[in-house]
């Protein structure tokens, strides 16, 4: 049976939602695990706050004091300002992200698939170069989009309309890089409910936009807050986006004033840390936050029975919203990625297209500039597969947990496994480097540590992403196929795992890209005997050789986005092959 | 509290390390060096620089070099983690900046080489024990846009970015980005005063953290003018493109921003460690990782194509019995800073 969205659900009875085994050891051993995947380094990060200094001997309150005492006041304007980016950062990505999914999942607008793959073109791109390219697109002085429109709008003056390095700017730039976290998250999940609500609402006479709003949004709930609540806290802990377009327009949030702290000499890594905490004290309220929205509600809308997608049919307007939906994307999307590609062809950046600067030089110099360029996409790849499919049924087992046990050791499992994603890389790379460098696991100096960082920096999503899926499954497919004798594993992977896959694989999609592009952890763990990208995209930044490091990021941009949408699209035939079966 | 005995431990354990028992002979050294097999270097110079480097090494000894580039903050980190926890891993560390290095000789943290080729370098370059040495400079100085400033009007000293035309136009560095920052700020501070400062900052300029940003800033356009990146920002733009719109100021006196290096006390091989620290303190070195890479090198004798002959200019550096006033300034200054730029 169908429960309507929005109904009190009962509380899990034993045996009535199995585990994969019953015993109530599991849970204390899977939370025995996480507390070592993620609290022994966020120890260090603690025990590093504490700390006299990086090279003095001895702990102190004294940072504490700096930073909620004599600094208070720039500590809240930093606060403030981190809060209103991330903030509007994610309103902007539940916008566009949560508009793009309709649009695809239940409409019939032309040119759905590559509209999909269009909008997730800013999210391939490192969040620093995003915000390089926006810079070419929007700076008040040289921005080609200020270029046409002083004119267009009657404007006299060299400067302006628009002013990329500004919060409007910053925010901008970060929604758009935000909203894949949304958008992946509501198509997977529009995809995978059942429509025959829809279907009896617009029998019912509602029209279109009523249902839209009274069934199908609070139907998908779960995701939407899901993918609002990893937007934001990561929005909290970015630094490449403010780190560009932020600090020439002097303003500053969290992570430009820790990497300040930790920058220059004496290094205040432990001021970092102190901030760090701050970060992390918010990404634990806003768990807490999403928790209490979804209550105790149940949002089972994935049954037994069989479903088809429901689709609303434009009609007449579905050229007009196409062609609209389509213009939006090019701002959007396309102008970003086309600039990508003409700093990656030209000579040098200059303000307006100049042919007679255009050259493949970038991509020849390439291989003689960074010999490591192979070995680092290589090895990349491999890595962030990897990472993303351990990630990804690591998470399937926390999220059944989490659900089908409603007590104080689930409750314990989601917040922990919470914990990494609001701290910034760079000081939570601080705690895997001091976790694994002694005993009792010294993975210092091997590739392991890399596999064992991206595994825990990306849990979150992974969990995010199962939560929300499973949280639409109902309990009572498991319920029958245990009683047709098949076993907790079979369950799973017969049963559970083909109506969660839409959600799982953009999840998978969603941290592949992101590990592909990892910069804090893979410069301060990795090793020469491993190159990833991130010791290319260092290399190059500091060489100051923009062009080719715009060559770079359009062979990773387009290696990411053969893979991604190749694995979205393989997996979203086969869930469309078995919903219809 | 695990930490806390590392590193009393460390110190006390490295004061014995860090004292050579008897300098061994250049052909007993490099017999040392291969049977220790490689040497591990990690540190903020270009992969290219140190690739360049590793080869020359391994071709005249035989030893191969595994270098693991990283941000200044990071190699500290790492350093710093791998002595704490007993498990030193690098041989040499080399960073941008010289004030890790006289705390870290300090607390006996980096092993005392006296390497012939050390004698070569200023006093105010190298530590007196061979604990650290500089081994290429950088300096500081001012790039414009030449098709946004006429030809006339283009800046030659510090004080001609204070006109008023400048007003929002200057690409300046972040104090709080790191070293180049820093020597940028106390730099201008020393020579002109804190007016200096008041002046620039009501100009509003663009804040950059990253030499490189300045640059790309100067070239498309945004910025006229860039005061304080390093040298080889803008000759590596017109090495990329001739045509490129930029022109290059050296304005006196010239702030030299350093890059050094030292062997770690725990260095697990310290053989293979002296014998590249001689190398790349040599002629030869000098001439394939510094000068090659567009850096000046601290030796006489060695020109770098595109910078002026130092010896005639007056420049502006840190020598490491200034440091203290240096760092203890630092947060003051940093202060000030916000006060006079935000």
């Given at each position: 049976m169908t429960r309507s969205a929005g109904t009190q659900a009962p509380r899990a009875r034993a045996g009535a939602a199995p585990w994969l085994a019953e015993g109530e050891w599991v849970p204390v051993l899977v939370l025995a695990a996480l507390c070592f995947l993620i609290l022994y380094p966020l120890y260090w990060i603690v025990e590093g706050s504490l700390r006299v200094s990086i090279l003095d001997a001895g702990y102190t309150l004294g940072w504490y004091r700096k930073v909620f005492g004599e600094d208070l006041a720039a500590t809240l304007r930093l606060f403030a300002n981190t809060l209103l980016l991330a903030g509007g950062g994610t309103a902007m990505a539940l916008l566009v992200g949560t508009g793009v999914a309709l649009l695809i999942a239940r409409t019939d607008m032309p040119g759905r698939s590559l509209y999909q793959l269009v909008f997730m073109g800013p999210f391939f791109l490192t969040p620093m170069i995003s915000g390089v390219c926006w810079t070419l697109l929007a700076s008040p002085r040289i921005g080609i989009l200020n270029a046409w429109l002083r004119p267009l709008l009657g404007l006299s003056g060299t400067t302006g309309p628009l002013d990329i390095y500004s919060m409007p700017g910053m925010i901008w730039v970060l929604g758009l890089y935000l909203t894949p976290y949304v958008f992946l998250s509501v198509a997977a999940a529009l995809?995978?409910?059942?429509?025959?609500?829809?279907?009896?609402?617009?029998?019912?006479?509602?029209?279109?936009?009523?249902?839209?709003?009274?069934?199908?949004?609070p139907m998908i709930k779960p995701a939407i807050l899901g993918g609002a609540l990893l937007a934001f806290v990561l929005g909290m802990g970015i630094f490449g986006i403010p780190a560009i377009l932020g600090i020439p327009a002097r303003t500053y949030v969290l992570s430009t004033a820790i990497y300040g702290a930790m920058a220059g000499w004496p290094a205040n890594r432990e001021y970092a840390c102190v901030l760090s905490l701050i970060l992390l004290g918010a990404s634990v309220f806003a768990v807490g936050l999403q928790r209490r929205a979804l209550g105790g509600r149940s949002f089972t809308t994935i049954t037994a029975r069989g479903s088809r997608q429901a689709q609303v049919e434009l009609g007449a307007w579905r050229w007009p919203i196409g062609i609209g939906a389509w213009l939006i994307a090019g701002v959007l999307c396309v102008m970003p990625l086309a600039a990508l590609l003409y700093a990656a062809f030209a000579s040098r950046w200059t303000a307006s297209f100049r042919p007679d600067l255009l050259t493949g030089r970038n991509f020849a110099r390439l291989p003689e500039i960074e010999p490591n360029l192979i070995p680092a996409l290589r090895n990349s790849l491999f890595l962030a597969a990897l990472s993303a499919t351990l990630v990804v049924v690591l998470a399937v087992l926390l999220g059944r947990i989490i659900l089908r046990r409603r007590d104080v050791v689930s409750r314990l499992i989601e917040q922990v496994a919470m914990l990494p994603v609001g701290l910034p890389g760079m000081?939570?790379?601080?705690?895997?480097?001091?976790?694994?460098?002694?005993?009792?696991?010294?993975?210092?100096?091997?590739?392991?540590?890399?596999?064992?960082?991206?595994?825990?920096?990306?849990?979150?999503?992974?969990?995010?992403a199962s939560t929300a899926s499973l949280r639409q499954l109902d309990p009572a497919l498991e319920e029958a196929g245990r009683m047709s004798g098949a076993g907790a594993l079979r369950r799973i992977l017969d049963l559970v795992a083909p109506l969660i896959r839409p959600g799982m694989l953009a999840a998978w999609a969603l941290i592949f890209v992101t590990l592909m592009k990892?910069?804090?952890?893979?410069?301060?763990?990795?090793?020469?005997?491993?190159?990833?990208?991130?010791?290319?995209?260092?290399?190059?930044?500091?060489?100051?050789?923009?062009?080719?490091?715009?060559?770079?990021?359009?062979?990773?941009?387009?290696?990411?986005?053969?893979?991604?949408?190749?694995?979205?699209?393989?997996?979203?035939?086969?869930?469309?092959?078995a919903r219809a079966a | 509290m695990t930490s806390r005995r590392a590193v009393l431990g460390l110190m006390a354990g490295a004061a014995g390390a860090a004292v050579l028992p008897a300098p061994l002979r250049a052909q007993e050294l490099q017999a040392a060096a291969r049977r220790e097999g490689r040497v591990v270097v990690y540190g903020s110079w270009p992969a290219a620089v140190m690739n360049r480097l590793g080869t020359a090494f391994r071709a005249k000894h035989g030893v191969a070099v595994e270098f693991t580039n990283m941000p200044t903050s990071q190699t500290v980190q790492r350093f710093v983690a791998e002595l704490e926890a007993n498990q030193p891993n690098v041989d040499v560390v080399q960073i941008s900046d010289l004030a890790p290095y006289v705390d870290f000789a300090r607390r006996n943290l980096l092993l005392a080489h006296r390497s012939a080729e050390y004698a070569a370098y200023p006093e105010r370059f190298r530590d007196s024990d061979g604990r650290w040495v500089v081994l290429a400079m950088n300096a500081e100085n001012m790039i414009y846009n030449t098709e946004q400033v006429p030809r006339e009007r283009a800046p030659k000293d510090w004080a001609d970015v204070l006109r008023p035309e400048f007003q929002g136009r200057i690409a300046a560095p972040d104090i709080r980005g790191g070293g180049t920052g820093y020597l940028f700020y106390y730099a201008m501070r020393e020579i002109f005063g804190v007016d200096f400062h008041r002046r620039l900052g009501a100009l509003r300029p663009q804040l950059h953290v990253g030499t490189a940003g300045q640059g790309q800033?100067?070239?498309?356009?945004?910025?006229?003018?860039?005061?304080?990146?390093?040298?080889?920002?803008?000759?590596?733009?017109?090495?990329?493109?001739?045509?490129?719109?930029?022109?290059?100021?050296?304005?006196?006196?010239?702030?030299?921003?350093?890059?050094?290096?030292?062997?770690?006390?725990?260095?697990?091989?310290?053989?293979?460690?002296?014998?590249?620290?001689?190398?790349?303190?040599?002629?030869?070195?000098?001439?394939?990782?510094v000068v090659g890479a567009g850096s000046i090198s601290p030796r006489a004798g060695l020109a770098t194509p595109g910078v002026p002959d130092l010896a005639a200019r007056r420049t502006f550096t840190i020598g490491h019995d200034q440091m203290d006033r240096y760092l203890q300034q630092q947060a003051e200054l940093t202060r000030e800073f916000t006060q006079l730029y935000l």
């Open positions: 995809r995978s409910i059942d429509p025959t609500l829809e279907e009896a609402s617009r029998m019912s006479g509602c029209s279109a936009p009523r249902t839209l709003f009274t069934v199908t949004l000081v939570f790379a601080v705690g895997l480097l001091a976790a694994y460098i002694r005993p009792p696991l010294i993975l210092y100096g091997t590739p392991y540590i890399l596999l064992i960082a991206y595994v825990t920096l990306f849990l979150p999503v992974g969990v995010r990892e910069f804090s952890s893979s410069v301060l763990l990795g090793s020469p005997a491993v190159p990833v990208n991130a010791t290319v995209l260092w290399n190059l930044w500091t060489l100051g050789n923009y062009g080719a490091l715009a060559a770079f990021e359009v062979i990773n941009t387009a290696l990411m986005a053969g893979v991604a949408g190749l694995v979205l699209a393989f997996g979203g035939r086969r869930h469309a092959r | 800033a100067v070239l498309s356009g945004e910025a006229a003018a860039a005061v304080g990146l390093l040298h080889y920002t803008g000759l590596d733009l017109l090495k990329q493109d001739a045509r490129a719109p930029i022109g290059i100021a050296w304005p006196e006196p010239i702030p030299l921003a350093v890059r050094a290096a030292g062997i770690s006390a725990r260095a697990p091989r310290p053989n293979a460690a002296k014998l590249f620290m001689d190398f790349v303190a040599s002629d030869e070195g000098q001439r394939v990782g």
